[in-house]
C-alpha cells in the first residue's frame, strides 16, 4: 500500500509540474526596460506607471512666511514595484509600495524638521493612481496626499505629522518640461540605465503651514518632478547631485552628475532655460565643483552642502540656508541624504532658489 501511495504521488507531481512551470507562480516579478518611445502623453503620464520598478513625485520650494523668515519645504512620493511574484492573489501580498517624506528646513532651528511614512497598497491604505496625479498614504487626519486638479492643472498636497503639518496649493504658468531627450532621461552609459523624467518649475504656492505655533498662511514658489524608472544606476555608481532652481528672471535650471565610487563622474546632464517664455536648452553638460563641506554629527557623512555648478556659459554657485539638512529616511527608504534650500548667486548676487540633492555620501545609494 505503501508503495502504490508513492507510486501514485510521483505520477500526479509529474503530471502536475509542467503545468506549474507554466504557470511558475514563484517566479520574481521583471521590470519592463524603460525607453525613448512612445512619446510622452499627458495627462496620462502624470499618473502612476506601475510596472516599472522605481517611480517618485517630489516637490521642493521656499515658503514665505509673515513676521518670520523664509523656509525650505519637501514632499515625495516613491511608489515601488517589488519582485514580489505577480500571480500571488493575496490583497496582503507586498507587490506595489507607496512611501513618503517630508520635510521643513526652518532657519530660526538650523536642522530639519522632517517625517516619513510607508505602507503596501492594500486595503485603501495608500495608492499611486494611473492616468493623473493622484498619490496617498494613510486614512483620516493623518493622510498624507499629493493630486492634481485636471480642470486647473492646479496640484494640492497635504501633510500632517506630530512636529508640523501643511496643506498647499501649487499652480504651474507652463506645460510640463520634459528633461532629457524628450522625457527620455539617461543616467549612465547602457541605454537602459535611463528614466522618463518631466519637471513643472516655477509653481506658485499657497496655502498654510503649522510649526510649532499657530496656523499661518504661506506663499512661495516651488519646483515638482516625476520620474520613473526600472534601473536607474549603474552598480558602480556610488551616488548623485542633483539641484532644480527657480531662477528669479522665471528661467529654469536643472542639473545632475551621476558619481562613481572612486569619485568619477559617470553621467551628467543639464537644462536652462533663459527667462519665463525663453529658449530651453537640454543635454548640457554641467561642471560640479565643491566649494564647502559639512560633516554631520549624526551619520559621520561629509556632506559638499555649497556647490559651483557651471553650465551654458554660466557660473552659478548655490549656498544653503543652513548646513544641517540631512534627512535620514532609513525608517522608509532605507536612505540617508542631503535635501537642502539653496540661493543661487550669479557673480556674486542672487539670481534664483531652489534645491540641491545629494546621495551616496552616508553610502553608496541603493534605490
Known amino acids: 500500500m505503501r508503495r502504490y501511495r508513492r507510486g501514485w ?77 505577480a500571480a500571488n492573489p493575496s490583497r496582503f501580498a507586498p507587490q506595489q509600495l507607496v512611501l513618503a517624506h517630508a520635510a521643513l528646513a526652518l532657519p530660526e532651528r538650523g536642522q530639519l524638521v522632517h517625517a ?18 493622484r498619490t496617498w498614504i494613510g486614512h483620516g487626519e493623518a493622510r498624507w496626499s499629493l493630486e492634481r486638479d485636471p480642470s486647473t492643472d492646479r496640484y494640492r498636497t497635504r501633510v500632517s505629522a506630530p512636529d508640523f503639518d501643511y496643506e498647499l496649493q501649487l499652480a504651474p504658468d507652463a506645460p510640463p518640461l520634459l528633461q532629457g531627450e524628450a522625457g527620455f532621461s539617461r543616467k549612465g552609459p547602457r541605454p537602459e540605465q535611463a528614466s522618463r523624467y518631466y519637471s513643472r518649475p516655477q509653481l506658485a504656492v499657497s496655502g498654510s503651514l503649522r510649526a510649532g505655533g499657530p ?4 506663499g512661495g514658489r516651488a519646483w515638482f518632478d516625476h520620474e520613473w524608472s526600472s534601473e536607474i544606476l549603474d552598480e558602480g555608481a556610488q551616488g548623485w547631485d542633483w539641484c532644480g532652481i527657480n531662477l528669479d528672471d522665471g528661467g529654469v535650471l536643472m542639473a545632475f552628475r551621476i558619481r562613481a565610487r572612486d569619485g568619477a563622474v559617470t553621467w551628467q546632464d543639464a537644462t536652462l532655460r533663459q527667462g519665463a517664455r525663453g529658449p530651453v536648452r ?39 540656508l543652513f548646513d544641517d539638512q540631512e534627512l535620514d529616511a532609513r525608517g522608509s527608504t532605507g536612505t540617508t541624504y542631503w535635501e537642502g534650500a539653496v540661493t543661487a548667486l550669479e557673480d556674486g548676487r542672487r539670481v534664483g532658489r ?3 540633492e545629494l546621495t551616496g555620501y552616508a553610502g553608496a545609494l541603493r534605490l
Open 215 to 218: 496656523t499661518i498662511r504661506v
Open 116 to 133: 516619513e511614512r510607508a505602507a503596501r497598497t492594500a486595503f485603501g491604505t495608500a495608492g499611486a493612481e494611473t492616468g493623473d496625479t
Open 354 to 356: 531652489g534645491y540641491l
Open 282 to 320: 537640454t543635454g548640457l553638460r554641467p561642471a560640479f565643483e565643491t566649494l564647502r563641506h559639512w560633516t554631520s554629527p549624526r551619520t559621520g557623512a561629509r556632506w559638499p552642502v555649497a556647490m559651483r555648478v557651471d553650465v551654458g556659459g554660466r557660473r552659478f554657485e548655490l549656498q544653503p
Open 9 to 85: 504521488l510521483h505520477a500526479a507531481l509529474a503530471a502536475a509540474l509542467p503545468r506549474a512551470a507554466a504557470a511558475d507562480p514563484l517566479r520574481p516579478f521583471e521590470w519592463p526596460p524603460i525607453t525613448p518611445d512612445p512619446p510622452m502623453r499627458f495627462p496620462t503620464d502624470h499618473g502612476a506607471h506601475p510596472a516599472h520598478r522605481t517611480e517618485w513625485w517630489y516637490v521642493t520650494g521656499w515658503l514665505e512666511r509673515p513676521a518670520a523668515p523664509d523656509c525650505g519645504f519637501q514632499v515625495t512620493f516613491f511608489r515601488t514595484r517589488t519582485a514580489h511574484p
